[in-house]
């Protein structure tokens, strides 16, 4: 895997660096963007980058054009906007390949950049990582890590092994990368702990099933059959039972219906009598208070004719209210002295209209009580009717009652028997088919437990016999690579370390019988881990690993391993001289440091920045007073 050139599109034009020769050096101080432009590599590469703030604000989206495996491919992704997506255009080819994705999703369709870069490198995409507990997915990302040794992990770990989350992806991505295991392991590895998860959840429901079984107080499906068959015989008796009492009731039914009919209508007729007593009262209240009202015009007509005959006669000389004389007034012609009124006609008419009126006033009043007698009369009737149809409709109520009581009562107690021994009985083999259930899921845990271990112990066995394939290769680079490492460190001159090798199961540089991180930190540290990366690839150099890609990035050693160990970094650089000068293009090495021995610049590509000069040079730098460096953003 090479990396050929990184373009930053900016608004005021594109900035442009070109990577030539196996070792290209960065230098500049602290905050011209050293780091910036490795973490816009990673973005390129569909990597979860820590961007610069002058790159949010001033990069558009970042164009990066590399070598890998025997494809070249030219990735652009934006920095701005949408990022989610990464193009893909095929160098070789000339073409489009589309827009892919950075991250799969579960509904996702097609592939995503990682897997791309992955089979172009020739390693699985789909490849799983196991550990005692769960599997992951190792991705580029992983590969990546290998390759990039970022300034904030130079002096703490070896592609984060002090995450314990990623740690099984970097033994698995470090296996692959060397060869020490394949696609086939792999993929017995993860159907291994699949079946062992499902014979563990197997094991872990029959346990709960058998707690349950023992919940039922049932030792055995047999026991739990026999009691169900004894249950639906009680079933079947009790709705035979039922069904004899509903057969014999069917002799009697037909008198005790006449009855019931005779009964409703008696009802009836009550009812109806009811509502007509009730009507005839209502109407004999409305002829009553009519019979009073003429009475009483009877009486207002007999005292208006004695006060005429009384006062008709008298001349008034003083006003009867006031006691005012009224001799002086003059009233209107034909009107009366006191009242001003029209004077009234002739007595003679008055009396015939007065007789009239008594006339017709004692006729409607013998007429009115004619219809109160008749009233009271029906009122009286329907009483006595009323009495004899509800004498009628006990009797009748109390002839089905008798009917009945013979019949129906005796049977109410066998009713209820049989009908309780039913519901227990349906109740008791509704729970123990459940219980049945139960027994054969048991049966069936049981089997799945039994059938997951022989397949877990199948493929251990396959497994076994195919990792005994790689052992000898795995024996020999492992060697190799320890050695390696052993004289690296020497090489380097890194104090106080006796012995030096890198641990078969971890794949971690050890010092002294201890690991590398708990010997020491800071420039020491820094020494360790780079001393490691640079074995690794020269390993993989020597040894022909095809499957390794031979390209490592080094962020600012000689920052962590600070002044006081100059000779520390001067060596570090005369080693990447002599793996550049040995492998030349079969290599790439990219190093961003403060500075670097003059000899070593010369030979190689140097990259020199500085403020007036930045990373980013369409964009004016702030000065180094108000630089925010990544680790702090």
Known sequence: MRLNALTLHTAPGPVRYDFRGPLTVLTGPVGVGKSSLFELMKHALGGSARVAPVARDFVEFVELELDVGDERYRLSRNVQGDSSRVGVFDMKERREVGLLPVAARPDAEGTTVGALLLRALGLPDDTHTTSAKRTAR??????????????????????????????????????????????????????????EQRREEAAREERAVIKFLEDSKTRSRAEAAALAAENERRIVDARRRLAGIMEESES???????????????????????EAHGATQLELGERRHLLRSLETR?????????????????????????????????????????????????????????????????????????????????????????EVAQANLSNLESALDEQTKSFVSPRLAAVAEASVELARAETTVGSLEQVLRQWDRAADLQRATVAAGEEVGRLIEVRQWEEDKLARTRERLLAVLSENYDEMVRALGIPSVQEAYIDVRNYLPYVNGDRFDRISTGGIMTSLVTAYWLAVVATALREGVETYPTLLIV?????????????????????????????????QVIVADNDIPRDISKRWQEMRFDYPSPTVPTVAHPGPSRVKPIDQD
């Not at 698995?172 to 295991?181: A, R, Y």
């Not at 920052?559 to 793996?579: C, H, P, T």
């Open 138 to 195: 190792v991705t580029f990302n992983n590969v990546w890590s290998f390759l990039y040794v970022e300034q904030r992990e130079i002096d703490r770990s070896i592609a984060r092994n002090n995450d314990s989350w990623s740690e099984p992806a970097r033994k698995t991505t470090f296996e692959l990368l060397f060869g020490l295991t394949n696609r086939e392991v792999l993929r017995l590895r993860k159907s291994q702990l699949d079946w």
């Open 252 to 274: 009697v039914r037909g008198e005790v219906g006449v009855l019931r009919t005779l009964v409703l209508h008696a009802r009836r007729e009550q009812s109806l009598l009811a």
């Open 298 to 386: 009877s009486e207002e007509l007999g005292r208006g004719e004695a006060a005429a005959s009384l006062l008709g006669p008298i001349d008034f000389v003083v006003c009867p209210r006031c006691s005012q004389s009224v001799k002086e007034r003059r009233p209107p012609t034909g009107a009366c002295v006191l009242c001003l009124q029209p004077e009234p006609e002739p007595t003679g008419l008055l009396e015939r209209r007065a007789a009239d009126d008594r006339e017709r006033l004692a006729s409607q009043l013998a007429e009115a009580r004619v219809l109160v007698q008749s009233a009271e009369a029906d009122l009286a009737e329907y009483a006595e009717r009323i």
């Open 555 to 587: 962020d600012t050693p000689r920052k962590s391993i600070g002044a006081q160990n100059a000779d520390l970094a001067d060596e570090l650089y005369r080693q990447l001289d002599i793996l550049a000068g040995v492998y030349g293009d079969r290599m």
